[in-house]
């Protein structure tokens, strides 16, 4: 007889997500994803100064920041045919390499690795066998026993306190938790030099960016990050080789912990290669242009449908037709008013509150579709069109991972195996460390361009009468985001959001297909319904960011926590 699990709100996410799934014989047979929270900013921004419109949608998300300002201000100048300074295009690479340095690792050790890492089993670690394990690995420096045998004190005494901390609210003892102790404590080390990891991305973040979150120097036009190597109060070479300095610590680690883990995670769950493919249509957009004009990219984007990477197709821009005229978002199941499938530039915001209804409408969030398909977005879905396209940095990236996994595993493990939960960990690791090599990259351009006497950053925005279109597309963290803009005489008339876990986490549309989070779980163990482990481990894989996809939340009656086995 089949079960029913529901589990709202999904913990370790930004936003409130509930997932349902029907269990029959130890398996996921069905499921729904819903979004359980509205905010309504695209109302808000109707009749605003498009200048405006990426101070708020910054608001959108508290760790999403620094993608919607992007997004935003690319949809204003796409709408005005506005081309940015060389200056300008390379400083908001800076702000998007820092910024996708900073996501990626958080959500690797904060977010997803406890669904892996039983943290109390560490406490029957060896140290020094852990060391001989990490050192087999890699040549990190932290990794000596005198320090695993410090964090294993430290992790036994919240133990023994019952506070467990940020190791809270996990399925300890889980039988799907399958490291043995020393691949746990080394991993639960590493957790903790994550920390301090991330923030140093952070901190390259807020010097570029003015502060974090919710970065202050982008402008309609460019940047307003004043660049004078000779003052003290602008963008000057110290302030920028604290920058490279930080991304450069940060790239070690990424490349000598972060990879590494993932690969041991990869290798010791072998049996978890096959779970989680879903949806196998990918999509993702190129990014980091290399000129003033955004006509080349270091980021490669694009389309793979059924999973044919013979059959990939490129974007050639960020504004390429085949983008462009090819997305829609269905309201079908969702809790607005009206039925249909519309191109953002035609859609409208109407919210109409409804009670969740798994044969109806049952959640906040839209159903994004390119083609009519939905499409899987993230680090995977660019890491595979790169693949695909022969991009040198991913080819060596992917291949290097899968030779490493291949190593532990002692088996061989090709490009197939990224097609599942465990391959968007290892694509976001890869993804990672090209981010960091071409974010240093564009830091030597952008140092080359000011020696070359070149400092510009801005140019002016003029808004003619009559109405303009836009869309502002960026590959972010989670994947590709867009942001459409509709401008009647200098005044914002529509503007809708097209984001990555919109298109990731959406609900069914009106032929009754399945968003890629419902279709991922399909076919998932579930081995213990009360302490369903299997559900978060995919959900998970996906970084999935509720604030940004569902853009007033009623916090009355609700429950911090419900996980019920029918």
């Known amino acids: 007889m089949a079960q029913k699990i529901t589990i709202d709100p999904i913990t370790r996410i930004e936003g409130h997500l509930r997932i349902d799934v029907e269990v029959d014989g130890g398996a996921i047979t069905n499921a729904w994803s819903s979004g359980q929270m509205f905010r309504g900013l695209e109302i808000i921004l ?36 506005l081309e940015i300074p060389l200056n300008a295009q390379l400083i908001r690479n800076l702000v998007l390499g820092t910024h996708c340095l900073h996501d990626h ?8 690795a406890l669904d892996w890492v039983d943290v109390v089993s560490a406490l029957d670690a060896d140290p ?12 990190w420096p932290g990794n000596s026993a005198k320090r695993f045998a410090a964090v294993q004190a430290k992790v036994k005494a919240l133990v023994e306190s019952g506070q467990l901390g940020p190791f809270a609210n996990a399925y300890w003892g889980h039988a799907a938790m399958k490291l043995p102790p020393e691949a746990n404590l080394m991993a639960v080390s590493h957790y903790l030099e994550a920390l301090d990891y991330q923030r140093k991305a952070t901190q390259a973040l807020g010097v570029i960016g003015g502060k974090n979150p919710h970065i202050q120097n982008l402008s309609v036009g460019g ?8 003052n003290e109060a602008t963008l000057n070479m110290e302030r920028l080789f604290r920058i ?11 490349n000598n912990v972060y990879l590494v883990d993932l690969a041991a995670v990869g290798a010791l769950y072998a049996d978890w290669l096959p779970y989680g493919p879903g949806v196998t249509n990918y999509l993702a957009a190129p990014d980091m242009p290399l000129d003033a004009a955004a006509t080349t990219f270091d980021l490669p984007g694009g389309t793979i449908m059924g999973g044919d990477l013979a059959g990939v197709k490129a974007f050639t821009s960020q504004s390429d037709p085949y983008f462009v005229e090819n997305v829609q978002e269905s309201i079908a199941r969702s809790w607005y008013d009206g039925d249909w499938q519309k191109h953002p530039w035609e859609e409208e915001t109407a919210p109409k509150v409804g009670d969740f209804d798994e044969n109806g409408r049952y959640s906040w969030l839209k159903a994004p579709r390119f083609e009519g398909k939905p499409m899987q977005v993230g680090p995977l879905s660019q890491m595979l069109i790169g693949y695909a396209q022969g991009h040198e940095g991913i080819v060596k990236g992917v291949n ?3 030779d490493l996994v291949s190593t532990i595993a002692g088996t061989k493990v090709g490009p197939e195996a990224l097609f599942g939960t465990l391959g968007r960990h290892a694509a976001r690791a890869v993804r990672c460390s090209l981010v ?8 030597e351009l952008l140092v080359d361009n000011i020696g070359g006497g070149d400092l510009e950053i801005f140019n002016p925005p003029i808004f003619p009468k009559g109405e303009q279109k836009g869309v502002g597309v960026h590959e972010a963290p989670r994947g590709i985001l867009s ?3 509709v401008i009647q005489d200098g005044k914002i008339k529509n503007y809708q959001c097209v984001v990555p876990s919109t298109w990731n986490a959406g609900p069914r549309d009106a032929q009754d297909l399945l968003g890629p989070y419902e279709a991922s779980l399909i076919g998932n163990p579930v081995a213990d319904p009360e302490r369903p482990l299997e559900v978060l481990r995919t959900v998970h894989s996906f970084d999935p960011c509720i604030a940004c996809a569902v853009h007033m939340l009623d916090p009355e009656g609700r429950e911090v926590m419900k996980v019920k086995a029918l």
Do not use: M
């Open 128 to 139: 020094v066998k852990t060391q001989q394990l990490a050192e087999s690995l890699s040549n």
């Open 244 to 254: 490279k300095d930080l991304i450069s610590e940060v790239r070690d680690f990424v």
């Open 400 to 402: 290097g991972a899968l």
């Open 223 to 230: 940047v307003t990050t004043a660049i004078n190597p000779d």
């Open 105 to 112: 690792i958080v959500h690797f050790y904060a977010l997803s």
């Open 436 to 443: 960091a090599d071409l974010t240093l990259k564009h830091w």
């Open 46 to 81: 109707q009749g605003r100064d498009p200048r405006d419109a990426w101070h708020f949608v910054q608001r959108i998300c508290g760790v999403c920041t620094t993608v919607h300002a992007l997004a935003s201000v690319r949809a204003v100048e796409d709408a005005l045919k």
């Open 483 to 485: 942001h459409w803009v």
